[in-house]
T-cell receptor, first 109, second 111 residues
Framework: GQNIDQPTEMTATEGAIVQINCTYQ??????LFWYQQHAGEAPTFLSYNVLDGLEEKGRFSSFLSRSKGYSYLLLKELQMKDSASYLC??????????FGAGTTVTVRA | DTAVSQTPKYLVTQMGNDKSIKCEQN?????MYWYKQDSKKFLKIMFSYNNKELIINETVPNRFSPKSPDKAHLNLHINSLELGDSAVYFC??????????FGSGTRLTVV
C-alpha cells in the first residue's frame, strides 16, 4: 500500500516562493504526480516525476528523490490564483494512483 | 468538448434511495476510475476498469456497484444510500495509468 504525507496548510505572500514537501512509503513505485485543485473543482495535472531530479515547467517545479521517498513542489512568483489545494499522488506498480490529503496554499496580497 | 464528463453535478437525495452517477470520456483512454473525496478533501480510489474489466476494487460497501458498458463509459450505482455516502465523487480516465484526467465531480448529499 501507500502512505503519503504532506503539510495540511501553507500561507505565503504574492510574488514569493513556496515549497510543498511530500514524503511517501510505498510497496511499489511507478511515478509521482502533483495535482492542483481549486475549491469546488476537479484536480488538474501539474507535474510528473519518475526519475530522480528536478522537472521544471514555468513557475512550477517538482523534485523527486526515490531513495528518500521524498518529493517537493516549488511554486515561484506566487499569484493570487495559485491559492488552491495541492495534491501529491504516488502511482504504484499496479498503476493505481493514491493521493495524499493535500496541502491548502493561501496566497495573501 | 469536455474530455471527462459526469452527470449529475449535484445530487440531493434521501437516505435509503438508490441513485446512479454517469461518466463518459472522449479521450480514447482505456482505463477509468471512480474516486471519492470526503469532507476532509481526501481523494480515495474506489474502482478502476480497464477495457471494461474491473481491475481495482477497494474496500467499498457492496451497495456501490460500478458498470462499464464500454471503455468510454463508467457508471456508478449506489443502493440504499446512507448519510456517510455524502461526498464528492470524481470520475477519471487514463491511458494505461499514465496522465489521469478528472471529471468535474458529482456532489452527493444524502439527507
Amino acid at each position: 500500500g501507500q502512505n503519503i504525507d504532506q503539510p495540511t496548510e501553507m500561507t505565503a505572500t504574492e510574488g514569493a516562493i513556496v515549497q510543498i514537501n511530500c514524503t511517501y512509503q510505498t510497496s511499489g513505485f511507478n511515478g509521482l504526480f502533483w495535482y492542483q485543485q481549486h475549491a469546488g473543482e476537479a484536480p488538474t495535472f501539474l507535474s510528473y516525476n519518475v526519475l530522480d531530479g528536478l522537472e521544471e515547467k514555468g513557475r512550477f517545479s517538482s523534485f523527486l528523490s526515490r531513495s528518500k521517498g521524498y518529493s517537493y513542489l516549488l511554486l515561484k512568483e506566487l499569484q493570487m490564483k495559485d491559492s488552491a489545494s495541492y495534491l501529491c499522488a504516488v502511482r504504484g506498480s499496479d498503476y493505481k494512483l493514491s493521493f495524499g490529503a493535500g496541502t491548502t496554499v493561501t496566497v495573501r496580497a | 468538448d469536455t474530455a471527462v464528463s459526469q452527470t449529475p453535478k449535484y445530487l440531493v437525495t434521501q437516505m435509503g434511495n438508490d441513485k446512479s452517477i454517469k461518466c463518459e470520456q472522449n479521450l480514447g483512454h482505456d482505463t477509468m476510475y471512480w474516486y471519492k473525496q470526503d469532507s476532509k478533501k481526501f481523494l480515495k480510489i474506489m474502482f478502476s476498469y480497464n477495457n471494461k474489466e474491473l481491475i481495482i476494487n477497494e474496500t467499498v460497501p457492496n451497495r456501490f456497484s460500478p458498470k462499464s458498458p464500454d471503455k468510454a463509459h463508467l457508471n456508478l450505482h449506489i443502493n440504499s444510500l446512507e448519510l456517510g455516502d455524502s461526498a464528492v465523487y470524481f470520475c477519471a480516465s487514463s491511458a494505461s495509468g499514465v496522465g489521469y484526467t478528472f471529471g468535474s465531480g458529482t456532489r452527493l448529499t444524502v439527507v
